[in-house]
């Protein structure tokens, strides 16, 4: 009997594929039944259960899975060859239903409704138009800068611990809510990762745990991108999986966060963002924008790309390659660098709501 529910189980994998091939084509019904109700109450739940811990949970029960793997695998080696049926039908089974629990927990998110269709804006831009946002943007990162810095050529530099700067991020979202009721977030769950080594080496600067809806945190990021990291990991909590949609959405609460370190963080990762599209549609007009942008914004950028290039290794594109794949298995057709879409949502948010 004990076989052939194990049987069942490993074989429910098949109807699941086939299910979320067919859920793909439904996206307002995943917004309106998913995202907007049973998973509020899942998430909500989750964040009451392990928020309140002052340590990831979730990297302890992923440590603790490690190990347990590791040791059935250990266990149960000479079934790969005298008994290798039940050996795979065990290994299913448990694929199966943590692919289950990944997607009733979380994961269904990846197939709501795409975000540029439930604010009601375009989803396409003129080149025109991006640099029109662009000259906005350096106008305020500037603004911003010089509110913050010694001068034009001094680098800003966070004035609030880590441990601080994650407590103040759901201000951010408190903000955002006035406009955005959906967007209201309590209770907080961000936390530095333990592995925030590991995660370095991957080239990653945070994650959600599916499983325990706890924002994971690179600890080792500079400060100065710690805003945009934490509200971006806060919106995977609120339900938008996909990177681009958190990307704009974390920027956008940054950047009405009521603290102006947050703005800079937040103005600065849409200036980014813009300055790259740019770049590829128009290396000249790009350069030209350079040329206004104060000379400590631009050593901001630089201190964070010489973060990452300081723990640059080979096996990092092996496990950016292995989540870009992961993300277009997910109905993300455009895996991690999806910045035009990013680019999209800035551009024409802000037709109708100018920067001030």
């Known amino acids: 009997m004990l076989k052939y529910k194990k049987l069942i189980i490993a074989l429910s994998i098949i109807p699941q594929i086939i299910g979320l091939k067919i859920l793909v084509n439904f996206p307002n019904i995943v917004e309106t039944v998913y995202s907007h109700g049973i998973y509020i109450g899942i998430s909500k739940g989750m964040r009451y259960v392990f928020g309140w811990a002052p340590f990831s949970v979730g990297d302890i ?27 795979v039908l065990d290994v299913l089974s448990a694929i199966s239903i943590g692919y289950f629990a990944f997607h009733l927990l979380w994961a269904f998110n ?12 375009d989803s396409d831009y003129t080149t025109e138009e991006l640099v ?16 913050l810095a010694a001068n034009d050529s001094t680098k800003v530099v966070m004035p609030y611990s880590k441990s601080e700067i994650l407590k103040m991020i759901p201000n951010g979202y408190n903000e955002l809510a006035k406009k955005f009721p959906h967007l209201e977030y ?3 769950s961000i936390k530095r990762s333990i592995y925030s080594l590991p995660l370095t080496y991957m080239g990653f600067s945070g ?24 509200s971006h990991e806060v919106a995977h909590q609120l339900g938008y999986a996909a990177e681009n949609e958190a990307n704009f959405i974390g920027s956008m609460a940054a950047m009405h966060h009521p603290n102006r370190y947050f703005n800079y963080s937040g103005f600065t ?29 631009l050593k901001n950028y630089q201190e964070v790309r010489d973060f990452w290039d ?3 290794n080979p096996t990092e594109p092996l496990f950016k390659a292995t989540y870009n794949n992961f993300l277009k298995s997910n109905n993300q057709a455009g895996g991690i660098e999806s910045y035009s879409y990013v ?13 001030e």
């Open 61 to 87: 029960l992923y440590t603790l899975l490690g190990l347990y793997v590791i040791r059935w695998f250990y266990l149960n080696r000479k079934r790969i060859i005298k008994d290798t049926k039940h050996w």
């Open 110 to 121: 990846y197939y709501r409704l795409p975000l540029h269709e439930s604010l009601h804006i």
């Open 132 to 147: 029109n946002l662009t000259h906005q943007l350096i106008d305020k990162v500037n603004t911003l800068h010089l509110s």
């Open 186 to 188: 309590q209770p907080r």
């Open 207 to 230: 994650y959600l745990n599916p499983f325990t809806n706890e924002s994971q945190i690179n600890g080792l990021a500079p400060s100065f991108k710690f805003p945009t990291t934490g």
């Open 269 to 297: 990762f849409a200036l980014r963002h813009c300055l790259y599209e740019t770049y590829k549609r128009d290396t000249g007009i790009y350069e030209k924008l350079l040329e206004n942008i104060n000379t400590g914004v």
């Open 310 to 312: 300081g723990y640059k």
């Open 343 to 355: 680019v999209a949502l800035l551009v024409n948010y802000h037709k109708n709501n100018p920067i």
